[in-house]
């Protein structure tokens, strides 16, 4: 799909060495418009909200910032390991946010799988529906984050 | 069919407009030659309009310390703006406070300079210089930390307090089209006036480490700006513990190196925080220097050692390891430098033993 050249301008401040050596996009071809309308479809398949994905991110990371650089485990059921660099890095969305170096690595005990995600992907997910493109390194696909995080259906989003 | 039309027409036309504006900031937005009065007018500067205050003052060879190169994103390069700024840019006020804004400070990256303008910096700035300098030596550290010697070329002496930092700009490389700026700790000794050291952990991701890391070689020509910093050793205390963890080792290498040489008379405690020990590096240098000198006390401890990794030191978080080392630190200084999670962690447990908040010191980076 066409996207306007405000979206365009997004896509452009997300290409390597923009705003990171890797950009946001990954091998991703697509238009921005296509690859936030299509986690959009997924989101809503699910039955959840960004802003409840990024809720659980970040209810997670806080968890694990009290013991930065040391694994812990939380309600039993998620290893959560945060770690965080000097510096802040601004969202390409050019809204003047602008999130510190922090990552979190969670495993999930029971399945084993884990995902990676910066505080700049709570962010985006939360204000712009934005998981990054296919191959980008911070890809987080929703439904893999849904099923680490154990997350429910919102059945007051299934009606 | 014509909703695409539309669609079509809208986003040419919001294109045609924003390609205008551009346009127009570039030719009609002449502001002439502005006036830069430093200092109460110790120093007056004519400089071409429409550039941000940090650049017309780099070009000026006046260096105000930043960490990202103009991008505010690190909030270093303040600057006190008396009269002529404009209006606080909402990407400015993340990083000031309520006194700094009341007191005119400003990001002078993010002010553009449109007219004459009145600031007031620090003396100090006026010795930063901008080096031309080698690379000499790449030395793998650990899994993600290298340390790079560089030889200064033009100038080719620097003068430093231990515990400053560099600021190292980067080629484009790769699919990075922009050069980039970063600051790193210096970690070799003032005492070498020809050369310098930084140690680099990788960053994922990270423009500048990636760089480093990947892309700079021996004899590769780089630019160095500095020294910067208000982390330095301070003289008025005997006692010192020093925390730090990954390339946070660099500041406090380049301090203790400056105590020994210059024969004080200090106690020191240096504290290194890892996970395993494969996170681990310098080790038999700092050893050394603990049988070497007595007053020195090396403590690395690993938070997560593994059964291979044999560890026979101690155990936990540099926190914890730390308070059984020292129980009271009323007389102490304490110097952080690590990731800003760690060095949150040591001010409220250094606080907890009495250190008093304006004897702990650490990079704002």
């Known amino acids: 799909m066409r996207q306007n050249p405000v979206l365009q301008q997004i896509q452009n401040n997300m290409a390597p060495g923009a705003y990171t050596a890797h950009g946001f996009l990954g091998d991703d071809q697509r238009n921005l418009i296509d690859i936030l309308k299509n986690d959009e479809q997924i989101v809503a398949k699910l039955g959840v909200t960004h802003e409840q994905i990024a809720s659980k991110m970040r209810e997670l990371t806080l968890m694990g910032i009290k013991t930065p650089d040391v694994p812990v485990i939380v309600q039993g059921k998620y290893e959560v390991l945060v770690d965080d660099h000097r510096g802040f890095i601004p969202c390409p969305f050019a809204d003047n946010v602008s999130e510190i170096k922090r990552n979190t690595r969670v495993r999930n005990l029971d399945s084993n799988d884990s995902v990676y995600w910066s505080d700049l992907n709570i962010h985006m997910i939360e204000q712009h529906g934005f998981y990054e493109g296919i191959g980008s390194s911070f890809r987080n696909d929703p439904t893999t984050l849904f099923q680490v995080l154990g997350m429910s259906i919102n059945n007051n989003l299934k009606k | ?365």
Request: charged share 25%.
């Open chain 2, 1 to 365: 069919m014509e909703i695409l039309i539309t669609i079509i027409s809208v986003s040419g036309i919001a294109t045609l407009l924003a390609i205008l504006i551009v346009l127009a900031d570039k030719f009609l937005n002449n502001y002439g030659q502005c006036n830069i009065s430093i200092n109460d007018g110790d120093k007056k500067l004519v400089v071409q309009g429409g550039q941000s205050l940090l650049s017309s003052l780099g070009e000026q060879k006046i260096y105000i310390p930043s960490a990202c190169g103009g991008k505010a994103t690190c909030g270093l390069c303040k600057v006190k703006v008396i009269n002529g700024a404009g209006p606080l840019l909402p990407t400015e006020e993340p990083f000031l406070t309520k006194q700094e804004r009341l007191d005119g400070v400003r990001l002078s990256c993010q002010v553009k300079i449109k007219n004459d303008i009145s600031i007031v910096i620090p003396e100090e700035y006026f010795s930063i210089k901008q080096y031309k300098a080698t690379v000499m030596k790449i030395t793998d550290k650990t899994h993600d930390i290298k340390e790079f010697s560089f030889r200064l070329d033009d100038p080719n002496t620097i003068d430093f307090k231990a515990g400053q930092y560099m600021q190292i700009e980067t080629k484009p490389y790769g699919k990075i089209k922009e050069k980039a700026i970063r600051a790193y700790s210096i970690s070799s000794s003032p005492s070498d006036k020809n050369h310098i050291e930084l140690i680099v952990r990788r960053v994922q991701g990270g423009v500048c480490t990636t760089y480093m890391h990947d892309y700079l070689k021996v004899g590769d020509q780089v630019t160095l700006t500095g020294p910067q910093g208000d982390f330095y050793r301070r003289d008025d205390s005997q006692s010192y513990i020093f925390m730090a963890g990954g390339s946070g080792l660099a500041p406090i290498k380049s301090i203790v190196m400056d105590i020994i040489e210059k024969k004080l008379d200090k106690e020191m405690y240096f504290f290194f925080g890892a996970v395993t020990k494969k996170d681990l590096y310098y080790i038999d240098y700092f050893t050394q220097l603990e049988k070497d000198y007595p007053k020195f006390h090396y403590i690395p401890a690993l938070s997560g050692p593994l059964p291979e990794d044999n560890w026979k030191g101690e155990v936990g978080l540099v926190t914890n390891v730390m308070l059984q080392h020292i129980k009271d630190g009323s007389t102490m200084h304490a110097y952080l430098c690590g990731s800003p999670g760690m060095i949150n962690a040591c001010i409220n447990v250094l606080t907890g033993v009495s250190f008093r908040e304006e004897k702990i010191f650490y990079d704002k980076f």
